[in-house]
T-cell receptor, first 110, second 117 residues
């Protein structure tokens, strides 16, 4: 069964820093990987979707990479802002369901 | 972009009562919808896959008689928590699958906070 792990579980950084969130998965047979943002008590907001054939995707200050063979993905956030504070979830799509990671809780300190 | 709504956004009920949560795809048709459950500070766990016009497929360990799922139309799926108990208190999130050409994407609802007293 696919298992998705995210490290670190929590991260606190001063405003302006660049940071990297990590996601690893055990089964490389995935269709795509998606990064989500979740604010407290809210649903999910999709940030970036990487198809299995792609290596990275970029949107504004966000860049996500995918190394399917090693079962890893990273989310890079440049010039972090207090508004980036949230929980970030990665999820892999195995063809019939999403497998979600445990999440990284990010706090950006003004 | 595609929008998925959930109603209600939060609900408080007494133990033993039933609660219905609606999930709607507002601007697209979804033959498949998914229901997730999320406990505090934990990730989303898939409960069941809901297919329009057929019975839902439940994940192992999810009681289908307790969590009734109905997907009667291409834009609406409902989750009914029957005889709710305090341990059913959780955050329930649905998603709807939009299939468009070469890309399939899931869009998530805003979630429903259920508190059972």
């Amino acid at each position: 069964k696919q298992e998705v792990t995210q490290i670190p579980a929590a991260l606190s950084v001063p405003e302006g820093e660049n940071l990297v969130l990590n996601c690893s998965f055990t089964d490389s047979a995935i269709y795509n990987l998606q990064w989500f943002r979740q604010d407290p008590g809210k649903g999910l907001t999709s940030l970036l979707l990487i198809q299995s054939s792609q290596r990275e995707q970029t949107s504004g200050r966000l860049n996500a990479s995918l190394d399917k063979s090693s079962g890893r993905s990273t989310l890079y956030i440049a010039a972090s802002q207090p508004g980036d504070s949230a929980t970030y979830l990665c999820a892999v799509w195995g063809g019939n369901q999403f497998y979600f990671g445990t999440g990284t809780s990010l706090t950006v300190i003004p | 972009g595609a929008v998925v709504s959930q109603h209600p956004s939060w609900v408080i009920c007494k133990s033993g009562t039933s609660v219905k949560i609606e999930c709607r795809s507002l601007d697209f048709q979804a033959t498949t919808m998914f229901w997730y459950r999320q406990f505090p500070k934990q990730s989303l766990m898939l409960m069941a896959t809901s297919n329009e016009g057929s019975k839902a497929t439940y994940e192992q360990g999810v009681e289908k008689d307790k969590f009734l799922i109905n997907h009667a139309s291409l834009t609406l799926s409902t989750l009914t928590v029957t005889s709710a108990h305090p341990e059913d208190s959780s955050f329930y999130i649905c998603s709807a699958w939009l299939s468009s050409g070469a890309t399939d994407t899931q869009y998530f609802g805003p979630g429903t906070r259920l508190t059972v007293l």
